[in-house]
């Protein structure tokens, strides 16, 4: 069983951690995703996913979500779509939308495409995300099925980001792109707001979020910055915590050295209470006998 502590921090490794559980700006409520105490795990384990999570999401952060495979990162995006049951609540009037998703196979051409995704979206609109991702002005009118995967990469995120009160659950983009197709998706999403972002390429993260989600052992971290800031300060608190255990371990040395000292001392005395001197008189211990 794992217990889960959730804290918002500055980009600061001495700031205060302050749990923020509501976020305004001036008089404006803004909208929150919002986790009440989700527990989960799954039929037949014994171990918890999550277990009495609690914490707010601003659904306009460029949030980035890390931890190591294994520790709930597919499990939680998959909790916010409502495919799994839990206990507890995840509150949002917002809906969410998981990329990457599987796109029919058929003729369409990827503006017929582009329109039965992206709804009320205008032609001009699809095409300016189109040209913000560096896609030639053909690739509306070619069939869906012959983009390559980097393209319908593109083309999906673009679509998606032309949905209206949506929150993106972007699950690793990079796979299918090339190291400037990861620069360029990455400039795109940093002009964008409101997804959760998971990837292991950390200077793709570093250029396009503004906070970051992080799955760790015996916590949950929540923390503004991108994935280089939250790196440094973890690395900070990991040394911090190796000196002071180095500290605890010096100290109980140091006390243990003094209680065999001590213990030494004692019995040097105590025998010294039933020991004779050099005339075969025993020692006067300062009572009648």
Known sequence: MRNFLLYLTDQSPAGARVPRPEVQRGATTISLIKISN??????GSPDY????????IDTSWKLGFTGRNGRGKTTFLKLLQGKYEYRGSITSNVDFEYFPFEVPP?????????????????????????NLLEL??????????????????????????????????????????????????????SSKAGFILVSHDRAFLDG???????????DIELQ???????????ERRD??????????????????DAGRRTAAWSDKLEKTKYATDNSGLKPDRGYII
Not at 106 to 127: F, K, M, Q, V
């Open 49 to 56: 996913i999550f277990e009495n999570v609690s914490f707010g």
């Open 224 to 234: 503004r910055g991108n994935f280089s800031s939250w790196l440094q300060n973890k």
């Open 239 to 256: 040394n911090f915590e190796l000196a002071e255990n180095d500290k605890l371990k010096k100290e109980i040395g140091r006390l243990s």
């Open 136 to 189: 030639g002005g053909d690739v509306l009118e070619r069939p869906f099925e012959t983009l390559s995967e980097g393209e319908r990469t593109k083309v999906l995120l673009a679509a998606l980001f032309l949905k209206e009160n949506r929150f993106l659950l972007i699950d690793e983009p990079t796979n299918h792109l090339d190291m400037h197709g990861r620069e360029v998706v990455s400039e795109y999403l």
């Open 38 to 43: 989700l527990t989960f795990a799954y039929d």
């Open 106 to 130: 058929g003729p369409e051409s990827t503006l017929e495409i582009l329109r039965s995704i992206a709804g009320g979206a205008g032609e001009w609109e699809l095409r300016r995300e189109i």
């Open 208 to 218: 396009c979020i503004d906070h970051i989600l992080s799955i760790n052992k015996t």
